[in-house]
């Protein structure tokens, strides 16, 4: 069964950190990147960091440095680790497989919110 449950958000001030995680069924998770999505109200959802099955990543600029996206193949899990937090950060975040919404895939899950503020 196709599942992406996200959990981890919260309130944080900024400068302060987060981690998310995203729990992934085998079929989503085994052999595909993983991403990170974020979509604040009203916007289509922003790319912003991928893993690659062997672990190497890309992050969007706009958290290059601030972030950093672990992935446990053997738990298929994929984390979002967030540093230095900003109000601009502020978002529900959603993980997915990239090449699997490229495909078709439709499925994504409830999201967990971010709100970074004083």
């Known amino acids: 069964q196709a599942h992406l449950v996200e959990s981890g958000g919260g309130w944080v001030q900024p400068g302060g950190s987060l981690s998310l995680s995203c729990a992934a069924s085998e079929n989503i998770f085994n052999d595909n990147a993983m991403a990170w999505y974020r979509q604040a109200p009203g916007n289509e959802p922003e790319v912003v960091a991928v893993v690659h099955p062997d672990g190497t990543s890309n992050v969007g600029n706009s958290v290059k440095g601030r972030f950093t996206i672990p992935r446990d193949n053997a738990k298929n899990m994929v984390y979002l680790q967030m540093n230095n937090q900003k109000p601009e950060d502020t978002d529900v975040y959603y993980c997915?497989?990239?090449?699997?919404?490229?495909?078709?895939?439709?499925?994504w899950g409830q999201g967990t919110q971010v709100d970074v503020s004083a």
């Open positions: 997915n497989a990239p090449g699997l919404l490229a495909s078709g895939y439709r499925y």
